[in-house]
């Protein structure tokens, strides 16, 4: 699929995610994400990207929880910080299931000459997770083979100094050797640009459809996008919105060998 279809994908997306505390939709919407991980994103990189934006989003959930402790404390105010924590970790699910299937290198082709900085930056960015996902798992592994003990919460001190070093180590070094061959500077090779197929033309299209009706609800005031939280209501959740939550989960629909025998199908048209 084409990149740009990931980036209006990620970005509908996103808009439906700060519209809302609706759990229904929100949970719908982490589902989407994670589904189009799964179906996109196979490889083990990917999965652990996807995995780590998870888990950073239960934590954020977790601690936006806690300071309800700096306020007043009752049920409409636990509910609403649960709810906001929730927006929160469903923004980093799309997110990572966004940073799972995208390529960082296919992005940065789409930015504009004058662009090329910014772009770069967005893309070592991009990478930057993978690379503390894959550190983490090679670090565990070599801290069991010299025998060091203890619980997950024991070994954390220990894992994270060395992840983050080589994380940006490595980024520094992939940052120079893109520089080094000139990304950004001189022509580009037009040979057999990616074009927007079918596939990518769907997907662009019902992300859009997605954001457009929850920002028509946003506008009209309907929906029960907020939850109400003095006098503390049960959400309820329309139809409409639903289907456009929904719409996301779509890319799941059709696997990547469609995406690549379309694209062949473009080459040798």
């Not at 977790?62 to 049920?75: E, Q, S, Y």
């Not at 636990?78 to 923004?91: K, S, T, Y």
């Not at 798992?137 to 025998?147: P, S, T």
């Amino acid at each position: 699929m084409h990149p740009g279809a990931w980036v209006a994908w990620s970005a509908g997306a996103s808009v439906v995610a700060l519209s809302t505390t609706n759990p229904f939709y929100l949970l719908i919407l982490f589902g989407a994400s994670w589904a189009v991980q799964a179906a996109w994103g196979g490889r083990s990189r990917g999965v652990r990207s996807f995995r780590f934006f998870a888990g950073a989003g239960l934590a954020a959930m977790a601690l936006r929880t806690g300071l309800v402790v700096f306020g007043p404390v009752n049920g409409g105010s636990i509910v609403m910080a649960l709810l906001e924590g929730l927006r929160v970790a469903v923004l980093l699910a799309i997110y990572g299931a966004f940073n799972s299937v995208s390529d960082s290198s296919a992005l940065l082709r789409l930015a504009p000459r004058r662009l090329q900085e910014v772009a770069l930056a967005a893309s070592l960015g991009l990478t930057l997770a993978p690379r503390f996902a894959d550190t983490a798992v090679q670090v565990a592994e070599a801290q069991r083979m010299r025998g060091l003990g203890g619980g997950r919460l024991a070994r954390l001190p220990a894992l994270c100094v060395p992840v983050l070093e080589s994380g940006m180590e490595q980024a520094l070094v992939l940052a120079e050797s893109m520089d080094a061959r000139g990304h950004g500077r001189g022509p580009r090779s037009r040979y057999r640009p990616q074009r927007f197929g079918a596939w990518s033309w769907t997907t662009s299209a019902l992300s859009a459809l997605g954001a457009g009706a929850f920002v028509a609800a946003a506008t009209a005031g309907t929906g029960d996008l907020l939850v109400a939280a003095a006098p503390l209501l049960w959400p309820q959740a329309t139809g409409p919105l639903v289907a456009g939550a929904l719409l996301f989960s779509a890319p799941a629909l059709w696997p990547p060998s469609a995406s690549r025998f379309e694209r062949r199908s473009e080459e040798f048209s």
